[in-house]
């Protein structure tokens, strides 16, 4: 078996709409045959469905994992499909409940109307829905907060024999429902913490590398909120640091109706550096569309200005197109000396990029399962795009299978829903509270009914270590 068919699947770009299966949203994998997929109109529906059934269940989102993650393994299964069970329930003066089904987008968009903000900094994009965001650990940026996990005050679920159970901050499992993977149940209602909406500048720079070691350290101390993109063959950063805006900022902003605000001077610091990066795009893509959504991804960083904006409009700002995505956290305590022996590396080996490395910093988190358990954390993020027929750049995928063997060797946890090889992975010795959360699953669904083969292999393999 090859290391593509294990972990990073072909892409059918061309699916007919009459063909009768379940594919997750890259559509590299397929998930369940369409007689499997069932769609509950309501809490109640879901109860008795649970209650009745005897298979194995898998929760589908947003399908953005990878399809491992939600693949049905025998005929009797089922995929349950949420997208019914979404909007805003009820809020208070600090919080707010929203359906599990929900996507992040929603749950911005109305916050933005109340006023209000998570104190978790957005993800990339805000396509996942809320339980599957929870469920794989999904973070931003900024030391000051961590997942959006964190901010649950209580989370609501339907266990595998159709009963509610609702888990909040002073339960004893609620670290384990934080990020559940989709193990413990469907998640039907979150309460998240809110605070009052930020007006954020986030400033734009490029610089070099040489002191990347020390220089990431002082972004995410000094400000905010901070992201950065590591070109290491042009020797270049480009670094987003963001702070609360001023009181004239502020005023700028109102006056633009809430848009984001552009300065008007704007730098071409990046742009020879984007061409050659756009250059390896198209050998390894082959797309012949220019303005495709991969290209997008990399040429918003020619001609950067700074800008004025809230938390939204300023960070939520990625571009969902497929690809395949590795990223690892490594405490940050840990962050300059592996950027030391990855640029050593690159420096003797010269690996095949068309993306540069995507650098992005949290707090300790509470959740048992998030990678950046009990540390400050650095995730690095490393990405390939398809080609036009649907396949992967070999040399590229061999740049991501050895960045992830160095970064898995140096202490790495992996992003429960993007691409990782499990095999390389101690998780017993890499998660304190790994046996912990083997327990709760038992305890929360003892016929393994939210398990299939991919969860099943990781809890062995665990239990194995």
Known sequence: ??????????RQPHLSPQQPLVWNWAQNATLANTAQHVRPASERDLRILLRHHRGRVRVMGSRMSPGRMLALQQHGDVLIDTSALRGFISSDEHSATFAGGTPLHEVYEHLKTMGRILPASPGVIDAQTLAGALATGTHGQGLQQSSIGDEALSIRMVLADGHIETFDRQHPWFAAV?????CLGVVT??????????????????VSADTLESDLLTWNRDYALSKAWWFPNENQVHVWAAREASEEEQALYQANHGDMVKQ????????QTIDQT?????S?????DENGKPFRTVTRFKDFSDVTGDIYQVFCRG???PQINVEIAIPLARAGAVIARIKRWHAEVQPHMHYPVILRCTGASESWLSPSYQQESCFFGFVIYYAEDGSLS?????????VEKLLAEEGGRPHWGKYFDASLYDWAKIYPQWQAFAQVREALDPQSSFSNTFSQRLFDQGEKA
């Open 394 to 402: 070999p040399e590229g995928m061999e740049f991501l299978q050895a």
């Open 284 to 288: 390894d893509t082959q797309l012949t």
């Open 319 to 321: 571009i969902a197109t």
């Open 178 to 182: 934080q990020t559940g993977l989709g």
């Open 1 to 10: 078996m090859t290391r593509e068919t294990i972990g990073y699947p072909r």
């Open 278 to 282: 756009l250059e390896h795009m198209r």
């Open 189 to 206: 209602a979150v309460t998240l913490r809110t605070q009052p909406a930020k007006v954020y500048t986030c400033f734009k720079n490029a």
């Open 264 to 271: 008007e001077q704007t730098s071409d610091a990046m742009n």
